[in-house]
């Protein structure tokens, strides 16, 4: 594994914003917020005895674009996003690697599934992780907080649990819709390591991510403080780029300030 660069994630940027447009499908805002958090995982902690689940589906453009850049599906099948036919839908699916090992997009679930892994895993005494990205809407789910209670009690350290916490969701901000915040106090009555990062940061997600404090032997749940539309200025913080699909004009305009960056 090779160190990753604020160079890599531009370029990710750029074929991100690319796939969509061809697609001409939306979720935009979402996938870009959290695609500093794919690409370090795959890049740098996610191993081949390892488990990725992406708790919200609906940013899988980000999770395929991440896939790409570590060779395990091929740059040419981009150009297949949300076209009949093909492995690279709406929301992943399990059959895009052994390390994607469930198809996912209702929201609120995926966390279960990561859990009741690394307890598989545990049980097995095999050394696999699992690493789960979620969103910070998730947490108005019961579900979510049901799989914390059985992370904390059986303490799998095998589990990182990841919150892309972007403060929107499809209708408005998460405070104004059901607030949850600030996502690190409701997380408090747990024994869970709890770190909050920029998510944008490669430096504080890889240092919360690979420097774990001595002894410490509780899962870590590592808020990465994120800005929806990460990287294109007239996204971001805006709500409506939960949905809308970029026109030709948006797209060069995009295109040209994030090319500017690099």
């Known amino acids: 594994m090779r160190?990753?660069?604020v160079h890599d994630i531009v370029?990710?940027?750029?074929?991100?914003?690319?796939?969509?447009?061809v697609a001409g499908t939306g979720h935009i805002g979402g996938n870009l917020s959290s695609l500093d958090v794919l690409m370090l995982l795959f890049h740098e902690f996610i191993s081949?005895?390892?488990?990725?689940?992406?708790?919200?589906?609906?940013?899988?453009g980000a999770l395929y674009v991440t896939l790409s850049t570590v060779g395990i599906i091929d740059v040419e099948e981009l150009s297949t996003f949300h076209k009949d036919g093909t492995r690279l839908t709406g929301h992943p699916t399990e059959s895009l690697s052994n390390r994607i090992i469930f198809s996912t997009g209702s929201l609120g679930h995926g966390l279960s599934l990561a859990v009741g892994t690394g307890y598989a895993l545990s049980l097995a005494k095999k050394p696999g992780r699992v690493f789960c990205l979620l969103s910070d809407g998730e947490l108005q789910e019961g579900s979510t907080w049901e799989a914390l209670v059985f992370l904390n009690h059986l303490g799998l350290t095998n589990v990182t649990v990841v919150i892309d916490d972007n403060g929107l969701q499809g209708f408005g901000s998460t405070r104004s819709v059901a607030s949850m915040d600030?996502?690190?106090?409701?997380?408090?009555?747990?024994?869970?390591?709890?770190?909050?990062?920029?998510?944008?940061?490669?430096?504080?997600?890889?240092?919360?991510?690979?420097?774990?404090?001595?002894?410490?032997?509780?899962?870590?749940?590592?808020?990465?403080?994120?800005?929806?539309?990460?990287?294109v200025s007239f996204m971001e913080g805006k709500m409506e780029w939960h949905y809308l699909?970029?026109?030709?004009?948006?797209?060069?305009?995009?295109?040209?300030?994030?090319?500017?960056?690099i």
């Not at 370029?11 to 447009?21: Q, S, T």
């Not at 081949?48 to 899988?60: E, I, R, T, Y």
């Not at 699909?245 to 960056?261: H, I, M």
């Open 3 to 5: 160190k990753l660069t």
């Open 48 to 60: 081949p005895d390892d488990f990725f689940v992406l708790s919200k589906g609906h940013c899988a």
């Open 245 to 261: 699909p970029l026109t030709d004009d948006e797209f060069r305009s995009a295109l040209k300030e994030l090319r500017s960056k």
């Open 11 to 21: 370029d990710a940027k750029v074929r991100l914003l690319e796939m969509h447009h």
């Open 182 to 231: 600030p996502v690190e106090r409701r997380l408090e009555g747990f024994d869970l390591q709890r770190v909050v990062v920029n998510g944008h940061s490669l430096d504080e997600l890889r240092s919360a991510l690979g420097n774990r404090p001595h002894g410490v032997a509780r899962p870590l749940v590592l808020i990465a403080k994120t800005m929806k539309g990460n990287g």
